[in-house]
């Protein structure tokens, strides 16, 4: 997707999402949107998390770092810790339950039980019948405070470089998995398009 397309995409996006949140209520304002991040701010995300960023999320964070009230009452917390520290905060203390949890059920999280773990998957979640995430090794960029999280799995890159983007909950697990950073914001606009339209 070429950056005209991609700031279109955001753009069109922004302005479903000011729109249903003005349906909730008539008294919403349209939130100042975030400064681009800087490449100096990117780079500084590669370090944090060792691993190169998807080239689509790369592209997004150029055009606005994070995104408060994003989707499903998620926010994208950008490159930039600062920014969102709330966010931050938020995300490091849900995947610490996630790690206890997972121990107090699993055992010590060895590489060779997490890989099992993984590779065995849950009959529980449809979506996580062939492989079930352990979430405090995957890149967690966005929360909804309330044990939801958005995450890039390292393990699932494609040959362009994007990763696959899961959101998640605590307890109820993988609700959707889309093929990268782009992919998801096409997919939640499809999904706003489709709720205006009911």
């Not at 931050?88 to 010590?108: A, K, L, M, N, P």
């Not at 449809?126 to 390292?154: A, Q």
Request: aromatic residues 12%; glycine residues 8%.
């Amino acid at each position: 997707m070429d950056d005209e397309s991609y700031r279109a995409l955001v753009g069109e996006l922004r302005t479903a999402l000011a729109k249903s949140t003005a349906g909730k209520d008539a008294t919403a304002s349209i939130p100042a949107w975030p400064l681009p991040a800087r490449n100096e701010d990117i780079e500084a995300w590669e370090c944090r998390n060792g691993e190169s960023m998807s080239p689509s999320y790369r592209t997004f964070l150029l055009i606005q770092d994070g995104w408060p009230d994003y989707a499903s009452d998620f926010t994208i917390a950008g490159a930039l810790p600062a920014r969102f520290e709330a966010a931050w905060r938020d995300i490091r203390e849900t995947v610490e339950i996630e790690r206890e949890e997972w121990r107090q059920s699993f055992g010590e999280d060895t590489p060779e039980a997490i890989a099992r773990y993984e590779r065995e998957g849950s009959g529980l979640n449809e979506l996580e019948t062939d492989y079930s995430p352990y979430v405090p090794d995957k890149i967690c960029f966005g929360t909804d405070f309330n044990g939801g999280l958005l995450f890039f799995d390292p393990a699932r890159r494609s040959r362009r470089g994007e990763m696959q983007v899961f959101r998640w909950y605590v307890g109820g697990g993988t609700q959707a998995i889309f093929e990268s950073f782009a992919a998801m914001l096409r997919a939640d606009l499809a999904e706003l398009k489709a709720q205006d339209d009911a």
